[in-house]
């Protein structure tokens, strides 16, 4: 392990030196000329029921409502064969309701007290160098990657600290690789050492209390078949916890009006350096199969764990699997799962803006460490508008509804109401 292990702390730098080889990179508009910036207003409701509560924590009842704000701002390049670039991010959440008897939603932070903060914000600033079709960027980072998913799914965005390098130098083959350092949480101000979380419902917070100053990753993506196909080989390692390795695939391909497409992943993960967590043992694999025929996208999943463990994944994030729900998981030791989804796009009916999505997950043979299998069930409905004409043009409003079922853990009914809206500032 040792010697995999010092083959990707030396492949990262090598990369990156790499990218600033004598080039001229493609024509780019000046640091000032290609300047964008956008505030989004996202207003989040958000409320869980629990019943049959199974843990340590008796609430039964998450709910609060918060405003957010985002400022993206993006510069361009310096001119020459090397570019230089500002990026900023700027978030902001206020309270508008809650209560210690109903915090712990996720939207905002929570006192010692169980009093959720009035307010809360960071600002996260990130350089970036373009040479040739080769980008570094260094500070603030929202990477999204089969290792790593960035899960922006309540008030605001979570961020993170370190280095990244996109590279593009081959036609259809995209490099990344990176080191991150910390982050912050979607609930948080301030930023944190980084920490692993182990879908176990034994012991979920075996490894959570365990963290890291590094997490580094290097994939590569080669997209062939005049971009009908996708192959994948990902590698991340949250320094002395665990190693994942990920090897993906995707085949689409158009039949008139129809699009078919099948997606195959496989994620195999152990301990690593010291395993200052123990021994991890878990691997996953999930297949999603889809036929989109105009406005309507018909999905079928199944996705299995073997192994030990449930899947590792660094915290507060969502689990980069097929069959990841933003209530259950499905990723428990030994689980099961299959999915039915459907997406729909009313524009085909005369109603531009609107879509609405359905899916259901049902998954089994759960290793609970109780004496008994693990059932679970989730049911989702999605309806999202956006306003195309009027005073409101450009608002977006989405409604989510969810009712997740277990014979292991607590029965969740859970209701989202988000109301955003973006305004362009340069």
Known sequence: MKKSRSRISRLIPSIAAAAFLPSVHAAEPGFLEGSSATLQLRNYYFSRDFSDIVGASKKSKAEEWAQG????????????????????LAVLGVRLDSSPERSGTGLLPVHDD??????????????????????????????????????????????????????????????????????????????????????????????????????????????????????????????????????????????????????????DTEESGRARAGNIDNRA??????????????????????????????????????????????????????????DLDFAFLGLPGLSATLRYVEGGDVRTGRGFEGEDSERDIDLSYTMHDGPLKDVSLRLRHAMARANYRSDIDENRVIVSYTMKLI
């Not at 704000?69 to 900023?88: C, E, H, Q």
């Not at 309540?154 to 490099?175: K, M």
């Not at 979380?197 to 100053?213: C, F």
């Not at 999930?286 to 915290?315: C, H, W």
Request: glycine fraction near 10%; hydrophobic fraction near 35%; charged fraction near 20%.
């Open 69 to 88: 704000f985002i400022f993206n701002y993006r510069s361009g390049y310096t001119t020459g064969p090397v570019g230089l670039g500002l990026d900023a």
């Open 285 to 342: 694999l999930y297949t999603l199969l889809s036929a989109r025929y105009k406005a309507d996208t018909l999905t079928l999943g199944y996705q299995s764990m073997s192994g030990a463990d449930g899947f590792v994944e660094i915290g507060d994030t969502l689990a980069p699997l097929g069959n990841t729900l933003p209530t259950y998981d499905f990723s428990q030791p030994g689980e099961r799962s299959w999915q039915v989804r459907d």
């Open 114 to 267: 169980g009093k959720a903060a009035g307010e809360f914000g960071r600002i996260m600033p990130a350089l970036k160098v373009l040479a040739s079709n080769s980008e570094v960027r260094i500070g603030g980072l929202q990477p999204e990657l089969p290792v790593l998913m960035y899960s922006d799914i309540r008030l605001l965005p979570p961020t993170y600290q370190g280095a990244s390098l996109v590279s593009n130098e081959i036609p259809g083959l995209t490099l990344q690789a990176g080191r991150l350092r910390s982050f912050s949480r979607r609930d948080s101000g301030d930023s944190q050492p980084l920490y692993a979380t182990l879908t176990e419902s034994a012991n979920p917070s075996r490894i959570a209390g365990i963290t890291s100053h590094r997490f580094d990753y290097v994939g590569l993506d080669y997209s062939f078949n005049h971009d009908h196909s996708l192959a994948r080989v990902w590698q991340g390692e949250l320094k002395d916890i665990y190693r994942q390795r990920f090897y993906g695939f995707k085949e689409t391909h158009p039949l008139g009006d129809w699009v078919l497409s099948a997606t195959v992943g496989y994620y």
